[in-house]
């Protein structure tokens, strides 16, 4: 059994800042491509920001500049540093890990966490 716990999201003004957590706990092997999505009400979940094993990440066009994703392989943890916040950043941020492999190899695909609530607001 593998859980994906995410930390770190609240209330903050615009122009603001704020670092999302997530670690993946479980008997873990390796943790492949991980990444933030979110989901504003009234809209899809979208990918914030996702990051490979060797560090080679990729943005969305709305934050590309603002914001910095980070990963740790030794603790299978990923961090996403929020700076400048808008009002449309506000949404429900989802920690999402493409592929999990357990120390016995049993894999699991496509595991997400449970979700943290950003939002921004005078």
């Known amino acids: 059994q593998v859980q994906l716990v995410e930390s770190g999201g609240g209330l903050v003004q615009p122009g603001g800042s704020l670092r999302l957590s997530c670690a993946a706990s479980?008997?873990?092997?390796?943790?492949?491509?991980m990444g933030w999505y979110r989901q504003a009400p009234g809209k899809q979940r979208e990918l914030v920001a996702r990051?490979?094993?060797?560090?080679?990440?990729n943005y969305a066009d709305s934050v590309k500049g603002r914001f910095t994703l980070s990963r740790d392989n030794a603790k299978n943890t990923v961090s996403l540093q929020m700076n400048s916040l808008k009002p449309e950043d506000t949404a429900v941020y989802y920690c999402?890990?493409?592929?999990?492999?357990?120390?016995?190899?049993?894999?699991?695909?496509?595991?997400w966490g449970q979700g943290t609530q950003v939002t921004v607001s005078p």
């Open positions: 479980g008997n873990i092997f390796s943790v492949n491509v």
């Open positions: 999402n890990a493409d592929r999990i492999t357990l120390s016995n190899g049993y894999t699991y695909y496509l595991t």
């Open positions: 990051i490979t094993r060797d560090g080679s990440t």
